[in-house]
């Protein structure tokens, strides 16, 4: 089976969007940017508290995976497996029921980071094909934190399954400082190298 048919197809939907409000600054409700980045002085836990930049966008993207459901969900809810297809995770270990702890390295632009922290699957339902996923994790050499909430959705078609991934990142301290084409780009990069190496170990078992 060649890359196109394992990998039906990718699509990046990312249109990036800041929202929020003006009264809270905190991270589960970061206030509204209107196309700015906004300095914020106490943004949670992870927060660098120091009034430097903090960004909230959101990306959709989906994939179409070569194999039935029940097996992309398998292999979706096997954390460990399925974080080894993103490009740059050196870790995963078991934290608790649904928790891992992990490290990943990334570039943007001309920065690497270094990413540790937790996330943890904090809502599924198997029958619907739904799934949630928030992460939190920081870069203590450069300074800054991200959170991330990701909700994922599998559609069986004729044999064939529609992976959507629906993101909402919040960037914090520096990392807040990266444009948003910057950030856009390695999500895109980021999810399609994910989506074609979950393609393989699919529809290689």
């Known amino acids: 089976m060649d890359r196109r048919q394992a990998l039906g197809g990718l699509a990046a939907e ?6 929020a409000t003006q009264r809270s600054h905190q991270l589960d409700a970061p ?4 196309g700015r980045r906004l300095p914020v002085r106490e943004v949670g836990p992870l927060g660098t508290g120091d009034g ?14 070569a194999a039935p459901k029940d097996k992309v969900w398998a292999r979706l ?17 078991p934290n608790g029921k649904d928790r891992y702890q992990g490290t ?6 001309p920065v690497r980071l270094v990413l540790d922290g937790d996330f943890a699957i904090t809502a599924r ?14 870069d203590s050499r450069v300074g800054g934190a991200i959170r991330a909430t ?9 044999a064939e399954t529609e992976l959507r991934i629906a993101t909402d990142l919040t960037v914090m301290g520096r990392l807040g400082e990266f444009g948003q084409a910057s ?23």
Not at 150 to 158: F, I, R
């Open 14 to 19: 990312s249109q990036p969007r800041r929202d």
């Open 31 to 34: 206030p509204r940017t209107h």
């Open 52 to 65: 430097r930049y903090l960004q909230r966008v959101k990306f959709n993207h989906k994939a179409t995976v």
């Open 77 to 93: 809810m096997d954390i460990p497996a399925a974080a080894r297809c993103v490009p740059g995770v050196a870790s995963v270990r």
């Open 104 to 109: 990943l390295a990334v570039q943007i632009g």
């Open 125 to 138: 339902d198997e029958t619907a094909g739904t799934a949630s996923i928030r992460a939190d994790a920081k």
């Open 150 to 158: 990701l909700d994922l959705a599998l559609a069986e078609k004729n």
């Open 183 to 205: 950030i856009k780009r390695k999500a895109d990069q980021l999810i399609q190298d994910f989506a074609e190496c979950l393609a393989r170990q699919v529809t290689m078992r």
